[in-house]
T-cell receptor
Framework: NAGVTQTPKFQVLKTGQSMTLQCAQDMNHEYMSWYRQDPGMGLRLIHYSVGAGITDQGEVPNGYNVSRSTTEDFPLRLLSAAPSQTSVYFC????????????FGPGTRLTVT | AQSVTQLGSHVSVSEGALVLLRCNYSSSVPPYLFWYVQYPNQGLQLLLKYTSAATLVKGINGFEAEFKKSETSFHLTKPSAHMSDAAEYFCAVSDQAGNQFYFGTGTSLTVIP
């Protein structure tokens, strides 16, 4: 199993550009989530999904969109990037809920200039 | 919303000394509590979790944590630090539905040879 994979590993965007961060898992997990990690602030939940076709907002959803058309994939879209979105983004998945063990991807380091 | 507070953003211990990382949570109902570890440039990995089965929880790599409801604490300990324990440690709590995670701001552990 590859576990949780994320692409790209690094990305630089200009303010106003859009992009999609990809996340995939091959463990048949129902629950998937996106976090951003900023210095001194830990990880904060952006969006999560409890299954295909079901998504919900986390703690910091503004400026981000998600969709879950398949069990395996959970992309995160930035529609109009802002410097405040410079961060490290982690995707995670778990068997059914966050209360089970979450498996994290290696992260995407995003810089918005 | 749930929250966790990690006391001490940086902790240094000598190799072989006791490791104690502090975590307090805010909740009137015992939640699900977790400790995760992050090695440099990697995603997070579960160390241990509390799900009300036992107040003393043993995890991987010799770590354990004790849930104390009266103190709303879930401190992480290891009797003897190894150089390989140097990493960032995060305490986290999930909401009652198990869908949203709230992470602490992290404690960076340095092990001095």
């Amino acid at each position: 199993n590859a576990g949780v994979t994320q692409t790209p590993k690094f990305q630089v965007l200009k303010t106003g550009q859009s992009m999609t961060l990809q996340c995939a898992q091959d463990m048949n997990h129902e629950y998937m989530s996106w976090y951003r990690q900023d210095p001194g602030m830990g990880l904060r939940l952006i969006h999560y999904s409890v299954g295909a076709g079901i998504t919900d907002q986390g703690e910091v959803p503004n400026g981000y969109n998600v969709s879950r058309s398949t069990t395996e994939d959970f992309p995160l879209r930035l529609l109009s990037a802002a410097p405040s979105q410079t961060s490290v983004y982690f995707c995670a998945s778990s068997y059914s809920r966050a209360s089970y063990e979450q498996y994290f991807g290696p992260g995407t380091r995003l810089t918005v200039t | 919303a749930q929250s966790v507070t990690q006391l001490g953003s940086h902790v240094s211990v000598s190799e072989g000394a006791l490791v104690l990382l502090r975590c307090n949570y805010s909740s009137s109902v015992p939640p699900y509590l977790f400790w995760y570890v992050q090695y440099p440039n990697q995603g997070l990995q579960l160390l241990l979790k509390y799900t009300s089965a036992a107040t003393l929880v043993k995890g991987i790599n010799g770590f354990e944590a004790e849930f104390k409801k009266s103190e709303t604490s879930f401190h992480l300990t290891k009797p003897s630090a190894h150089m390989s324990d140097a990493a960032e440690y995060f305490c986290a709590v999930s909401d009652q539905a198990g869908n949203q995670f709230y992470f602490g701001t992290g404690t960076s552990l340095t092990v001095i040879p």
